[in-house]
């Protein structure tokens, strides 16, 4: 099955992981890393600064996909939006 994500088509036979997750500073000059969505709203509690959310899309351990959005709800709405290709 292909899915697009934005402009991107994947081959879902090959997605090794598909997730969405936080983008936070990490505290070390401009360097960001992911957190869980779940820990940023239950641990973090203000603790961290987020710039943004992404829908992250790894194809075996050498190929990865980033689609970081400004805002929480736009990335839900692209979340969205695989959901339904996925149960089409």
Same mark, same amino acid.
């Given at each position: 099955?292909?899915?697009?994500? &934005?402009?991107?088509?994947?081959?879902?036979?090959?997605?090794?992981?598909?997730?969405?997750?936080?983008v936070?500073?990490?505290?070390?000059?401009?360097?960001t890393?992911?957190?869980? %969505?779940?820990? %940023?709203?239950?641990?973090?509690?203000?603790?961290?600064e987020v710039?943004?959310?992404?829908?992250?899309?790894?194809?075996?351990?050498?190929?990865k996909?980033?689609?970081?959005?400004?805002?929480?709800? &736009?990335?839900?709405?692209?979340?969205?939006?695989?959901?339904e290709?996925?149960?089409?």
């Open positions: 099955m292909i899915i697009t994500i &934005e402009d991107k088509q994947f081959d879902t036979a090959k997605i090794t992981q598909l997730y969405p997750a936080a936070v500073k990490t505290g070390h000059e401009e360097e890393t992911q957190v869980s %969505l779940e820990w %940023l709203d239950v641990e973090a509690k203000g603790k961290v710039v943004g959310f992404g829908i992250f899309v790894n194809l075996g351990e050498d190929e996909y980033s689609f970081v959005f400004d805002t929480k709800e &736009e990335m839900d709405e692209a979340v969205g939006r695989i959901a290709q996925l149960q089409s």
